[in-house]
């Protein structure tokens, strides 16, 4: 075993490098993730594919790979919408949260799950905190109308372990595109996931495609999968893999911008999350539409 036999192909440069097939980079990412290859090996891989960069059919590969390691939630009666939160707030307040409880109190499963990646910013899990929402400590059923947390170490701990490879080399992997893609349930699921540079766009895009994937596909907050509450972003929708554009961007801001909270701390966060939910600030039209969408989305997956 061992994964230096990839690491020759990904690893001649921008331009001499080869693309690895789908069962190839399965085969790959779940030596990784099982732990058989050394931590050499890990920064090889990491550093190679990020100059590299990755293919739809990797990426498909990578997918299948940690998929078949996942803790899976188990089904429920509907489908659950699947949030994923490791960019966090860096200028503006990370509202996830308020999109995930927005969500629920339309009688919806939602799950949010990640990680802290940097040290200077704020993370969903924080705000979540400090509405109540504390982090899983096992995979259960998610009731409808309820939001959770899982923390990424409970769906995969070697799957945290290579996140945090970025704190060592200071360099985004495989994994930081995987945690925005992938669905931790067994049962019928919607992705909502984000990008922030227009070749991930692409890249996600095509892997939904090819993977058959159910998702929403935007540019976020920051890299978080809520809309900017400050603009109407371009949405997109993969069901069964199908594309089909759900909203177009609107050039520049909106005419009327939300009054939000002046820093972006998780106690003043979630002290305006609070007012939102209870109708005494209104919910910023782009978050309000995005959930419009996600409730149209909700019944056409099979």
């Known amino acids: 075993m061992g994964i230096s036999q990839y690491i020759k192909e990904i690893g001649r440069g921008k331009d001499g490098a080869r693309a690895l097939t789908r ?17 050499l090996e890990i920064g090889g891989f990491c550093l190679a594919m990020r100059i590299k960069g990755e293919t739809p059919e990797e990426m498909a590969g990578f997918l299948e790979a940690l998929q078949q390691r996942l803790a899976h939630f188990p089904a429920g009666e509907t489908p659950t919408v699947v949030l994923p939160s490791y960019n966090g707030a860096r200028k503006l307040p990370v509202l996830t949260p308020l999109l995930a409880l927005l969500l629920a109190r339309e009688g919806v499963p939602v799950l949010v799950h990640g990680t802290p990646t940097e040290t200077s910013r704020v993370f969903a899990s924080e705000v ?18 309820e939001a959770v947390f899982a923390p990424t170490e409970l769906l995969l701990p070697s799957l945290k372990r290579l996140l945090d490879v970025r704190r060592a080399v200071g360099l985004r992997n495989p994994a930081h595109s995987l945690v925005k893609i992938m669905s931790p349930c067994l049962g019928k699921s919607l992705v909502v996931s984000s990008y922030t540079h227009p070749e991930y766009a692409i890249s996600m895009a095509q892997t939904f ?45 909106l005419a009327t911008l939300p009054e939000l909270p002046r820093t972006v701390d998780a106690a003043a966060t979630a002290a305006y999350i609070q007012s939102v939910l209870a109708g005494d600030k209104p919910v910023p039209p782009s978050i309000a539409r995005q959930v419009e969408h996600i409730l149209h989305l909700l ?4």
Do not use: C, W
Not at 299 to 302: H, T
């Open 23 to 39: 069962e190839q980079a399965a085969d790959l990412l779940g030596q990784v993730l099982d732990g058989s290859v050394t931590d």
């Open 128 to 145: 979540l905190q400090a509405l109540g929402i504390h982090a899983l400590a096992a995979v259960r059923k998610i009731g409808s109308g």
């Open 209 to 253: 495609e090819l993977t058959g994937a159910n998702a929403m596909l935007l540019r976020g907050t920051e890299g978080e999968g809520v809309a900017d509450a400050r603009r109407m972003p371009q949405m997109e929708a993969f069901i069964g893999g199908k594309r089909s554009l759900l909203q177009e961007t609107q050039a520049g801001t």
């Open 299 to 302: 019944p056409q997956i099979k």
